[in-house]
T-cell receptor, first 112, second 112 residues
Framework: AQSVTQLGSHVSVSEGALVLLRCNYS??????LFWYVQYPNQGLQLLLK??????LVKGINGFEAEFKKSETSFHLTKPSAHMSDAAEYFC??????????FGDGTTLTVKP | EADIYQTPRYLVIGTGKKITLECSQT?????MYWYQQDPGMELHLIHY???????EKGDLSSESTVSRIRTEHFPLTLESARPSHTSQYLC???????????FGEGSRLTVL
C-alpha cells in the first residue's frame, strides 16, 4: 500500500522567510512525486514533480523540492515567502498501479 | 489557459433534483478522475476512468454515477441530490507515463 503524510496541516511564515512544507511517503515501488497548489475557489495546479531524474526538482514560483529516498521524504521549500504564496499545498504520489495518493494538505499563511 | 473544463462552476439546487456536472478535456488523456473536496481540504477519489466505456468507483463511496462515452468527456450525475452532497467536485485527467494530474477549476455544489 502507498501513502503520503504531510506534517503540519497549517504552516504560518512571515513574508520573506523560508517556507518549508514537509511530505513523507510510503511506497513499495519507486514513486513519482508531486506538489500541487490550490488557490481559493480553484482546482489544483502542478508546482513541481519528481520522475526519477534529478533528485532536486525546481518548480514554478521559486519553489523546489528534494527527493530523499533514505528518508522517504519530498519536502517543499522556497527561500523567501511572498504574500501570493498563501494557498493550500498538496503532496501526491503516483505509481504504475495507476492512481494517485494525496496527502491531507497544508495551508500556508504568509504574514506581512 | 485551461485544457480541462468544468461546468457549472457554482450550482445551488433543491433537494431531490437531478444534476449533472460536466467535465471535458482537450489533451487526449485516457485517464480521468472525479474528486470530492470538503472544506477540510482532503481530496477523496470518487470515480475514475481509464478509457472509453471504462468506469470504476474510487476510494470514497458516492451515490453519484459517471459515464465515459467519449475520450474527452466524463460527466458526473446525481439522480436525487441531498444536502449531504454539498461539496466541491474536482475533475482531473492524467497522462499515461508519470501520472501528472491536470485539474479543472471545480464545481461547487450546494444542495438546500
Amino acid at each position: 500500500a502507498q501513502s503520503v503524510t504531510q506534517l503540519g496541516s497549517h504552516v504560518s511564515v512571515s513574508e520573506g522567510a523560508l517556507v518549508l512544507l514537509r511530505c513523507n511517503y510510503s511506497s513499495s515501488v519507486p514513486p513519482y512525486l508531486f506538489w500541487y497548489v490550490q488557490y481559493p475557489n480553484q482546482g489544483l495546479q502542478l508546482l513541481l514533480k519528481y520522475t526519477s531524474a534529478a533528485t532536486l526538482v525546481k518548480g514554478i514560483n521559486g519553489f523546489e523540492a528534494e527527493f530523499k529516498k533514505s528518508e522517504t521524504s519530498f519536502h517543499l521549500t522556497k527561500p523567501s515567502a511572498h504574500m501570493s504564496d498563501a494557498a493550500e499545498y498538496f503532496c501526491a504520489l503516483y505509481t504504475n498501479a495507476g492512481k494517485s495518493t494525496f496527502g491531507d494538505g497544508t495551508t500556508l499563511t504568509v504574514k506581512p | 489557459e485551461a485544457d480541462i473544463y468544468q461546468t457549472p462552476r457554482y450550482l445551488v439546487i433543491g433537494t431531490g433534483k437531478k444534476i449533472t456536472l460536466e467535465c471535458s478535456q482537450t489533451m487526449g488523456h485516457d485517464k480521468m478522475y472525479w474528486y470530492q473536496q470538503d472544506p477540510g481540504m482532503e481530496l477523496h477519489l470518487i470515480h475514475y476512468s481509464y478509457g472509453v466505456n471504462s468506469t470504476e468507483k474510487g476510494d470514497l463511496s458516492s451515490e453519484s454515477t459517471v459515464s465515459r462515452i467519449r475520450t474527452e468527456h466524463f460527466p458526473l450525475t446525481l439522480e436525487s441530490a441531498r444536502p449531504s452532497h454539498t461539496s466541491q467536485y474536482l475533475c482531473a485527467s492524467s497522462d499515461r507515463v508519470v501520472g501528472e494530474l491536470f485539474f479543472g477549476e471545480g464545481s461547487r455544489l450546494t444542495v438546500l
